[in-house]
Nanobody
Framework: QVQLVESGGGLVQAGGSLRLSCAAS????????MGWFRQAPGKEREFVAA???????YYKDSVKGRATVAIDNAKNTVNLQMNSLKPEDTAIYYC?????????????????WGQGTQVIVSS
């Protein structure tokens, strides 16, 4: 069983930065693909970024160049650094883990999910 707990969300002005963290228990990151998804009010959940145990990372086109996903093995967390935030980045951000993820953008390929952390970007 894997438990994921996100933190780091909050209210930030457009152009600002946030660092979201996902703490994982009961696992080692080398065995899982870790993904970040978000869901804005009234919209469907969408892929943001992912990182495989090999270290390969993937990003939604609209966050490329503004987001960095990384694993901190010492703290057993996977972090999403978001810079140059825009109001359209406002959403609840979820961390997910999957052992056999082929298409990293597909939420249904992930086995475990956190409860989410709210990010609000004001204009």
């Amino acid at each position: 069983q894997v438990q994921l707990v996100e933190s780091g969300g909050g209210l930030v002005q457009a152009g600002g930065s946030l660092r979201l963290s996902c703490a994982a228990s009961g696992r080692t990151f080398s065995s899982y693909t870790m993904g970040w998804f978000r869901q804005a009010p009234g919209k469907e959940r969408e892929f943001v970024a992912a990182i495989r145990g090999s270290g390969s990372s993937y990003y939604k086109d609209s966050v490329k160049g503004r987001a960095t996903v990384a694993i901190d093995n010492a703290k057993n967390t996977v972090n999403l650094q978001m810079n140059s935030l825009k109001p359209e980045d406002t959403a609840i951000y979820y961390c997910a883990a999957g052992r056999r993820v082929v298409a990293v953008t597909r939420g249904d390929e992930y086995d475990y999910w956190g409860q989410g952390t709210q990010v609000i970007v004001s204009s």
